[in-house]
């Protein structure tokens, strides 16, 4: 590994769980988020620290001043610019780790779209805040083969769920009736 990669990713690298080789992995590694809110900006942030080399980032909703408090991501030069989330987050993510692609994509996921805008990348993470579109993630996700990671955070909790196609049950085969 590069010195200089080596340095910044030190602290990784010395937890034995990741070490060289795991860092190695995440440098190559690829992600796509749906929804850049409060969780997908700590999401999208976190990812791009650890070094995760490729990140394409869907989101339709603009910067406002309410979002501040709890979207990590975001400032009020883009709320004031009143910037797309998509493209606030990629030039963010672009200053906090300039070694890795960060492609905005300001979109809605529809099923007209969401094959192609999620097709390849090994791993789909949620950070929508509705179900609507979790359902259309977990549809393309379940048609294309790959996994995804259902995630949302209410007032003070939060909830996870791995789905693994072909594996795992999907989250529509889990909930009986399709909230929208």
């Given amino acids: 590994?590069?010195?200089q990669l080596y340095e910044k990713y030190s602290r990784q690298i010395l937890f034995a769980p990741v070490g060289e080789a795991g860092q190695e992995r995440l440098l190559q590694s690829s992600a796509v988020l749906v929804g850049c809110g409060a969780l997908g900006t700590a999401v999208a942030n976190l990812l791009a620290r650890a070094g995760v080399g490729r990140l394409r980032?869907?989101?339709r909703d603009f910067v406002e001043p309410s979002n501040l408090q709890r979207q990590t991501l975001f400032d009020e030069a883009d709320a004031r610019a009143a910037l797309p989330k998509a493209v606030a987050a990629e030039r963010k993510l672009r200053d906090i780790n300039?070694?890795?692609a960060v492609e905005g994509v300001v979109a809605d996921l529809t099923p007209g779209n969401a094959e192609a805008l999620l097709h390849g990348f090994p791993l789909i993470l949620?950070?929508?805040?509705?179900f609507e579109t979790r359902f259309l993630v977990n549809d393309a996700a379940v048609?294309?083969?790959v996994p995804w990671i259902y995630a949302a955070a209410v007032a003070s909790y939060g909830v996870t769920m791995t789905i693994l196609p072909g594996e795992t049950a999907c989250l529509a085969c889990l909930l009986e009736e399709r909230a929208g």
């Fill in 1 to 3: 590994m590069d010195p």
């Fill in 57 to 59: 980032i869907i989101d």
């Fill in 98 to 100: 300039s070694g890795i």
């Fill in 126 to 130: 949620d950070g929508t805040d509705n």
């Fill in 143 to 145: 048609k294309l083969g």
